[in-house]
């Protein structure tokens, strides 16, 4: 769609309705991977139902989705910098990366309540989670948990020389209506994982905000994975996987807006979510072994204190960097009787000390932050031939 200023033409790009017409063309090896995709997601739900204490490992778990979505956007920020700025301990990056990493994890958390509180997917819910990702730093004057009332763009200075021009903003409201549509299966009921990939590519091409489209596209994916009870904890994330294969993924992107193959995008959203799903679970696997081998050096150690170390032991399986002081004002144990059982636990070889001062130390399970950060440095953008 031609659109006209006094100083330029540029050409937005207005999206049809979901579902696609023409129908997608299910091929038999499209279909293998989207049921290969299903069995993952499978997989790796039964992981999170059926192993005790998942709950404890979402902390840490949403973090460092934060982290990864947030990478995509060039906020730079790792695991442990998030854990500590928590912690109100100085990390080693600008606090406003940090920050706003911070403010993603606020923004999922809202995300997850409001669904659980039994509010639909909806155009209120995303504006709910977009005022929260943006009430801090770079974005926080553009209109936060409003949808946009002037034109963007992606790349470039200008709209006239960009990579990508979404709609303009006078039909910003109609297009998100149309998308809400959808995602309350209108006009045709659709699979919930189908609907996660479409969906996503509807709200990046429309880019209904000024800032945070990226962060809040992705989420939504796992939004609609908890709604549609494919998973029933928020334990599947393709940041990861879009990171590694950015060049690619932004590609077929723009092959769906500029040619209509939905094919070859599905075909990439299937393998991101197998990919992910088998992590994700060989991760959760590890964690929970590592939890077992060190509360078995616990309990083998015959100490006196061996009750406390266990219950901070358990502290530590959902926040793997604390303080002696929070931990003191946690448990309300004494902080005499927190640093000794700290102390054993350092010299058992389960948590290490991070800082030197006498006080107010800080401790890291370090080896859990280990097997969580596996692959926090992904390699070069990769093509998928």
């Excluded at 730079?76 to 993603?104: C, H, I, N, R, T």
């Excluded at 009870?229 to 500029?258: A, D, G, I």
């Excluded at 530590?316 to 004494?334: D, G, H």
């Excluded at 399970?365 to 692959?375: F, H, K, V």
Aim: hydrophobic share 40%; net charge neutral; with cysteine.
């Amino acid at each position: 769609m031609p659109i006209a200023t006094s100083e330029e033409k540029f050409q937005s790009f207005i999206p049809a309705p979901l579902p696609p017409i023409p129908p997608i063309n299910w091929t038999s090896e499209l279909l293998d991977k989207f049921n290969q995709a299903h069995l993952a997601v499978g997989r790796l739900d039964s992981v999170s139902s059926l192993l005790p204490d998942v709950s404890l490992f979402l902390y840490t778990y949403i973090r460092k989705e934060a982290v990864f979505s947030s990478m995509i956007e060039n906020i730079k920020s790792s695991l442990s910098d998030l854990l500590l700025y928590e912690l109100e301990q100085k990390p080693g990056l600008p606090m406003g990366d940090v920050q706003e990493v911070s403010d993603y994890v606020a923004a999922i958390n809202h995300g997850l309540s409001l669904l659980e509180r039994g509010l639909p997917l909806s155009l209120r819910l995303l504006r709910e989670i977009h005022g929260v990702l943006l009430s801090h730093g770079r974005g926080s004057h553009k209109t936060p948990g409003e949808f946009r009332r002037s034109q963007n763009w992606i790349g470039g200075s200008k709209p006239g020389d960009a990579a990508f021009v979404p709609p303009p903003a006078n039909m910003v409201i109609e297009l998100m209506g149309q998308l809400e549509l959808f995602l309350h299966d209108q006009p045709v009921k659709t699979p919930g994982l189908l609907k996660a990939a479409l969906a996503h590519v509807q709200f990046e091409t429309i880019h209904p905000f000024l800032d945070g489209n990226g962060r809040l596209g992705r989420l939504l994916i796992t939004l609609i994975l908890c709604e549609q009870k494919l998973l029933s904890k928020p334990m599947l994330y393709l940041s990861y996987y879009f990171k590694t294969h950015r060049n690619y993924y932004y590609h077929l992107l723009n092959e769906v807006r500029r040619t209509g193959d939905w094919e070859a995008w599905l075909d990439f959203f299937a393998e991101a979510v197998t990919v992910s799903a088998n992590q994700a679970t060989e991760t959760a696997q590890k964690l929970f072994d590592l939890a077992k081998l060190d509360r078995q050096k616990i309990t083998s150690a015959k100490r006196r204190s061996a009750a406390t170390q266990l219950k901070l032991h358990q502290i530590f399986l959902e926040r793997p960097i604390v303080t002696s002081a929070w931990l003191s004002n946690e448990t309300k144990i004494s902080p005499a009787t927190i640093n000794k059982s700290l102390e054993l636990l350092e010299e058992l070889g389960v948590i290490r000390r991070l800082t030197s001062k006498k006080r107010n130390r800080v401790f890291s399970y370090s080896q859990y932050i280990e097997i969580m950060n596996a692959g926090a440095e992904p390699p070069p953008d990769q093509d998928i031939v």
